[in-house]
């Protein structure tokens, strides 16, 4: 007689799912773990005294679907490094499969050459991320789409949106509100910030001198700001020089209350003193990077995307759709 072996599909009951966290940001990772209901497995992340770094799992992740969190986070190299080993790890461990779920890419920036003699490191980061051993990234608010196509394996990008526009239907009455995109590479976005909000749409108009990082002149707005109230959004702040050359125009051209908004607070020196001074009243950022007490001021507010990674993290392992999270509206 024949014996028959069903091989199907994994049953969802029998799947395990670990969340494991690096020294980046574990606050979010806790955060995300208690969303899902289950603990962090430790990773017993440590240094050699060369500064090598070394990593072992508490426990066995054979045949688990393992998330490993860490948000690239200055020192930006250390935390990169760090995520590599701890896939590379859950992959010698047996891990079933192997999500980076990254909440803030590191590099992201360096997507193109914008110059001959330059390297494309966003390109560079997916390579090392696929080599580690990783089968899916999980990113939030990625600086441009076109980095979703630098990787050989699936994709998850997650928006902030959600997030930032249940925090305007709360706090400002969109009727009177104007978003501003601070460039032309955020113009979209912004739109459908506007479309969701019912409200208006209005432009900065900026340009970078050739050969030059962390440096943007903000020439002149396009729409109708005299009078309003403006929230700037943009995808992140570093060292804030942008963001306050559109604020101090948006204030020349008679704008009333500005906000500024963004997902990825970077805050690099001297950004703190540039938004504290600057003509705005509230900065609206999450937490998908880090913010320690050095980096908080009187105008900062931070909100919480856990549940948006950890809605993500959800689908993923129930195999399920992650777009239907945002309504299929999760693409640059």
């Known amino acids: 007689m024949r014996t028959l072996y069903h091989c199907g599909v994994e049953s969802l009951s029998k799947r ?7 020294r980046c940001h574990p606050a979010l990772a806790k955060d995300i773990a208690g969303q899902l209901g289950v603990e962090l497995t430790e990773a017993n992340l440590r240094e050699f005294a060369n500064g090598e770094i070394h990593c072992r799992f508490d426990e066995s992740i054979r045949g688990a679907h ?3 969190v860490q948000t690239h986070s200055s020192p930006v190299n250390d935390a990169v490094m760090e995520q590599l080993i701890m896939i590379d790890a859950a992959k010698r461990a047996s891990a079933k499969s192997i999500t980076a779920v990254i909440p803030n890419y590191g590099y992201a920036r360096q997507d193109r050459k914008s110059t001959g003699r330059e390297p494309i490191t966003a390109k560079l980061i997916a390579d090392m991320l696929q080599t580690a051993g ?3 990234v999980l990113s939030v608010d990625f600086h441009s789409g076109q980095i979703q196509g630098f990787f050989d394996i699936p994709v ?11 925090y305007l239907k709360t706090n400002a009455d969109t009727n009177a509100l104007v978003v501003v995109a601070p460039d032309a590479g955020r113009v979209k976005v912004a739109e459908r910030y506007a479309q969701h909000l019912g409200c208006d749409l209005a432009l900065v108009h900026k340009t970078r001198p050739r050969g030059t990082a962390n440096v943007a002149e903000a020439r002149h707005i396009v729409g109708d700001v005299a009078g309003r109230h403006c929230v700037l959004i943009d995808d992140m702040i570093d060292t804030a020089g942008t963001i306050v050359a559109a604020c ?8 009333g209350e500005i906000w500024v908004m963004a997902t990825h607070a970077l805050f690099s020196p001297p950004a703190v003193d540039r938004l504290f001074n600057a003509p705005v009243s509230r900065v609206i950022v999450t937490d998908t990077l880090p913010l320690g007490p050095e980096r908080r001021f009187e105008k900062l507010e931070v909100l919480s995307v856990a549940s948006i990674v950890a809605n993500a993290i959800s689908a993923i392992f129930e195999d399920s759709s992650v777009s239907d999270i945002f309504g299929g509206e999760n693409l640059l």
């Open 16 to 22: 395990r799912l670990v969340i494991v966290t690096g």
């Open 134 to 136: 990783a089968n899916r």
């Open 248 to 255: 101090d125009l948006l204030k020349a051209q008679g704008a």
């Open 156 to 166: 998850d990008h997650l928006v902030a949106a959600p997030v930032l526009e249940d």
């Open 66 to 68: 393992v998330f490993i």
